[in-house]
């Protein structure tokens, strides 16, 4: 599951990952509340999400997930602009399980995915 609004960074993303699991289920979700609601419906093995989002940033996104059942053990990665090692703090403390810092560059994406899903290429 990508949750990010900027339909750049959605494209970039999606690209990647078909590049790298040319089999892969993506859903595109444009912002955390629709991620919440989303989430149990879709039963993602892994989460890309964006911090600055309308409606619902990806923080209180990831929180709520949390709260689910079946949300507790599913990786969640933040996907942000934010480079400082305050970012990155913050978005562990949220509940993420990583943090990939944009510009999103394919080598990094792919050595993340590999880190926290069963898909190794």
């Not at 999400?49 to 990806?58: R, S, V």
Request: aromatic content about 4%.
């Amino acid at each position: 599951m990508i949750v990010e609004d900027n339909k750049v960074n959605m494209l970039l993303l999606k690209t990647i990952l078909k590049n790298l699991y040319s089999d892969a289920t993506i859903s595109e979700i444009p912002n955390g509340k629709d991620a919440v609601d989303q989430f149990e419906i879709l039963n993602p093995d892994i989460i890309l999400m964006d911090i600055q989002m309308p409606i619902m940033n990806g923080y209180e996104a990831t929180k709520e997930i949390r709260n689910l059942k079946t949300g507790q053990n599913i990786p969640i990665i933040a996907i942000t602009a934010g480079t400082e090692k305050e970012e990155k703090d913050k978005c562990i403390e949220a509940g993420m399980n990583d943090y990939i810092s944009k510009p999103i560059i394919k080598g990094i994406i792919e050595e993340t995915l590999s880190k926290w899903t069963n898909y190794h290429l």
